[in-house]
């Protein structure tokens, strides 16, 4: 009983460390993205100036 108590409170700190991971690359993923949506109004606008 004792070793499947620890091996679950294991098991939750892992849960918790990949949830904060995710966390952390959802941020990164939506940094990027904004670079990506300025990138593509330059863009845009570069080809609206050419038309």
């Keep these: ?3 499947i108590r620890a091996s679950m409170r ?3 700190e892992m849960l918790r460390l990949c949830k ?3 966390q952390l ?3 990164q ?7 990506e ?7 845009w606008a570069a ?3 050419d038309d």
């Excluded at 993923?29 to 670079?35: E, F, R």
Aim: glycine letters at 18%.
């Design 1 to 3: 009983r004792a070793c």
């Design 10 to 12: 294991r098991l939750a």
């Design 20 to 22: 904060s991971m995710l």
């Design 25 to 27: 690359s959802r941020w």
């Design 29 to 35: 993923v939506s940094d990027d993205h904004g670079g």
């Design 37 to 43: 949506h300025a990138g593509c109004g330059g863009t």
């Design 47 to 49: 080809s609206a100036d």
